[in-house]
């Protein structure tokens, strides 16, 4: 049996056929982007006070007789409700629904309602794409992504506007993971490696780098549209059986990219049908990245810092994909990741520019390794799991998400940078347990998967599952 990559060899890397496959489903992820830090906006407080009755009174009277509320507690609710202020904001969720004194909890509870619904998208989306297939995950979460952002606009309550965020980040992240898994398998060699780092990273840095320069985006009905136009995972169709259909891709691909394909593609080809280091990267990066309104005084500037900052790192991780080990590089950025964070809280408060600076460096440590865990994950699961595997550690991962919001609005300031320093240490080491993937094929069945450092293969496992749930 030939391994997939031989036999798709005669197409190239770089043809028609993959320019379209990349560009398509790099154009699906920059919404996602957008999607995930415009909480950023929605959620922040602008300073408010109590609303005072018109009773004559000049603009410089009330700002000096009634006080400007930006503190965590208030000491009374206000009887006819409160005044925003306009200077940043015309309008956020925070001022819709007036989630402030006793009423601010509901603040971050709405950035980790979100965040539930990518946890359980991550969950179902796994096992439904290994079953039915990447393709109909792919556009049936880009429906859902489009129709829930659009319904959000017409909330007429918290209560619905946390009931259609949940949905939006259930299609939201299953959209993600499909993309990224398709990609990564019809794609091969360098481009493969590229598409899952720099490609799908890019492409959803691109949407967040456009986040500061809108007030609200809603995702284009025309995105829809890019999954008719892309393929099954013929890895995935070999995986289960299905060589006639799995060739019709290939052969569709060399039309496309005007080459011969031979007689019989994938001869005498069968697959067996058997059915930590990511939460403490993506605590990191979205506790970081959420932190964002705190670096400026501009939230808008804070967002498009944190956001450029991601250019120079998934950059980083294409190269660290390109020339250096797996398991090294993953461990290279915890640790440069977490030592920023420990020497922040001894920075003099005065030198705010030092303390920016220390934690952009670890956002951009902390950025590539997210880049690179997802080429990593990818590498390391047989076709017929792929992506069940990577929607249940995404789904470990997006724990560390939930708790995000409550923990930077904490009662001690430096109370995150010390959580996130000391979980990147402890994961750097636990990943030295990691197998290594560099310069390997994809593994197609479960024997196939790269056995760590000690010389043990994860596959063990899935062995001795079987025989605990015989099918």
Known sequence: MKDYAVAVAFLGQWGHFQQVVFFLLCASIVPNGFGTFIL????????????????????????????????????????DGWVYSKNIYQSTVVTEFDLVCSERWKQPFTSTVFFVGVLCGSFFSGPMSDRYGRKP???ATLVAQTLFTFAQVFSTSWIMFIILLFFKGLGQISNFV?????????????VRVLYSSMGICLSFAIGYMLLPLVAYFLRDWKSLLLALLLPESPRWLLSQGRVEEAEAVIRKAAQWNKVQAPRVIFEHYNTDKENSSVFTMTTGYCSLSFNAAQLHSNPYVSCFISAVVEIPAYVSSWMALRYLPRRWSVIGTL???????????????????????????????????????????????PTALRNTATGTTTTVSRIGCCVTPFLLRGYFKYLPYITLGTLAVLTAFAALF??????????????????????????????????NHPQ
């Open 40 to 79: 950023v906006f929605l959620t922040d407080e602008p300073s408010h006070n109590c609303f005072v009755p018109d009773v004559n009174l000049t603009e410089d009277w009330r700002k000096s007789v009634i006080p400007i509320a930006v503190s965590f507690f208030c000491s009374e609710g206000c009887v």
């Open 137 to 139: 995950v792919l556009f």
């Open 178 to 190: 499909a993309a990224l898994v398709l990609g990564a398998e019809v794609l091969t060699g360098n």
């Open 335 to 381: 640790i440069l990741g977490a030592v920023p964070l420990f020497f922040i809280q001894l920075v003099p408060e005065h030198l705010l520019n030092l303390s920016l600076t220390l934690e952009m460096m670890s956002k951009y440590a902390l950025t590539t390794g997210y880049s690179l865990i997802f080429t990593y994950t990818t590498e390391l699961y």
């Open 434 to 467: 990691l197998p290594e993937s560099f310069k390997q094929p994809l593994p197609e069945t479960i024997q196939q998967i790269p056995k760590n450092n000690f010389g043990v293969s994860w596959a063990c496992c899935y062995r001795s599952t079987e025989k």
